[in-house]
């Protein structure tokens, strides 16, 4: 079993420094209230006891006591309902630690449970296995290969989908209405969080995508900054769709890179309704500036981190945010040990937008809307079967959306002669076995052409090129 390291809950410590502010406020609240808790504390405790007592007294069976103290625990953080507070015994900080690791072998996604089932709670890394599966926040887990998912432990879940790189696994997922399978190739996760290229539209622009928040991502973002502009980059694309978040100091690094000194990144709100904020300056970015004009590309995926990182650059440097609504995680956690086994993810606070909005459940707005095709956003195609004429189906309805999306003159939910003819035509320039269904080879190349077609009609990546170009085109 790996701990919790120092590092990790160290970190946690400063967080909760930034958001409660001066040591001495924070001691001086706790010292003042400590007499009046403790005593209605242990009233509340007597209860837990009595009943721990009843149980490993009278029981008809053997109980482990450890058994009874995780479930009192995981009991306590339940009864909060809030989806980001976690009890975490033994095995739970085990695939927390691994998370945490230089890298990790699985699928690249988060989970949570929500009424009984594992849910994806928001969008996969991107460039992972449940990433190039097509696999999306609020997709329901039903199966784990043949293992049904309701009630089981979020840690079982979790330990049944990771495994040893190159191994397959199959997920029964719901979304909405529908329901299919998916099989994904496990693969190494890493670590590295920023890659950077400059545009093929224009040479002087350069893009970074961010798939998280980690604990190099701020070095490797200046890094990566400082590469491009010897490569001539004299403005930047920062790409944060898809990023499901991480870790506060990071996020505040990087905002303060392009605010200027003094200005806010993020303010907090306690349980005290104490107001705090992170603001700008040499102590987060130790001097390293961006002042090039720069945008920044938003999704329903930009989640927590990524929505402090948005907001900054939105409110606080008047720079565009160009895609869609974010996801809308308005709250922060921390992470602390509560043995040597076991520790806890616990909400700590609000945060809001330097204006002092709170974006919870609601998400950013874009300054600038902009979006994929709606195909884009279409289950996968089955894969455990294949579709043939005469049949009708959700799966063939989506079959022809996908074949008109490649300009074939297919609709409705029916396979008929211009399905079976539009197949035969793909399978023929695909060089296929020419069968007039749709198989998992068939349906395979459909996604990949479709992959490639979605990313050359990537509206938010266009708008943020001609932003750039009209904004660099002023300053000439």
Do not use: C
């Amino acid at each position: 079993m790996k701990k919790i390291s120092p590092k990790i809950y160290f970190a946690s410590l400063v967080t909760v420094a930034v958001l409660f502010g001066a040591g001495g406020y924070l001691y001086g609240t706790i010292h003042e209230l400590q007499n009046e808790t403790v005593a209605k504390s242990n009233d509340d405790l007597a209860q837990v006891q009595q009943l721990y007592d009843e149980i490993k007294g009278s029981y008809y069976r053997d109980v482990d006591s450890k058994t009874l103290v995780n479930g009192a625990l995981k009991g306590m953080t339940e009864a909060l309902d809030d989806p980001y507070t976690t009890f975490l015994d033994e095995e739970g900080s085990s695939q927390l630690n691994q998370s945490l690791s230089d890298s990790f072998e699985g699928i690249g996604a988060t989970l949570q449970i929500k009424d009984e089932y594992p849910e994806i709670a928001q969008a996969p890394i991107k460039d992972t296995p449940a990433a190039k599966s097509g696999l999306r926040a609020n997709d329901i887990i039903l199966k784990v290969d043949q293992m049904t998912t309701k009630g089981k432990k979020l840690a079982e879940v979790v330990s049944k989908i990771r495994g040893k790189k190159g191994t397959e696994v199959v997920l029964q997922i719901k979304r909405g209405n529908e329901t299919f399978a998916v099989t994904l190739k496990r693969d190494k996760i890493p670590l590295h969080t920023v890659t950077e290229k400059i545009s093929n539209e224009n040479k002087q622009i350069g893009v970074l995508q961010i798939s998280s928040f980690g604990e190099n991502t701020a070095k490797e973002l200046k890094d990566a900054i400082t590469s491009l502009r010897k490569q001539g980059a004299k403005s930047f694309i920062l790409d944060v769709r898809q990023n499901p978040g991480g870790l506060l100091d990071q996020v505040e690094k990087m905002a303060s890179m392009f605010l200027k000194d003094g200005q806010t990144i993020v303010e907090f709100k306690d349980n005290h309704h104490t107001v705090s904020k992170a603001v700008a300056g040499e102590k987060f970015d130790q001097g390293f500036k961006v002042t090039e004009p720069t945008v920044v590309l938003v999704d329903s995926g930009s989640a927590s981190a990524s929505e402090i990182f948005a907001a900054a650059l939105k409110e606080s440097a008047k720079m565009p945010i160009i895609g869609t609504t974010t996801f809308g995680k308005g709250t922060v956690q921390t992470v602390s040990p509560i043995d040597d086994k076991s520790s806890l993810k616990l909400t700590v606070s609000k945060w809001l937008t330097p204006k002092g909005n709170w974006i919870h459940e609601k998400g950013l707005e874009p300054t600038i809307k902009a979006d994929f095709p709606d195909y884009a956003y279409l289950a996968p195609l089955p894969r455990d079967k294949e579709l043939k004429q005469g049949q009708s189906s959700d799966e063939i309805k989506r079959l022809n959306r996908f074949l008109k999306a490649l300009g074939y003159d297919t609709a409705g939910d029916v396979f008929n002669e211009k399905t079976k003819n539009a197949l035969k035509d793909f399978q023929t320039k695909q060089h296929l076995e020419v069968s007039q269904t749709l198989n998992k080879e068939t349906a395979d190349a459909i996604e990949k052409q479709l992959t490639t077609q979605i990313t050359s009609h990537d509206e938010a990546y266009h708008k943020g090129i001609d932003v750039l170009k009209k904004e660099m085109a002023s300053k000439n």
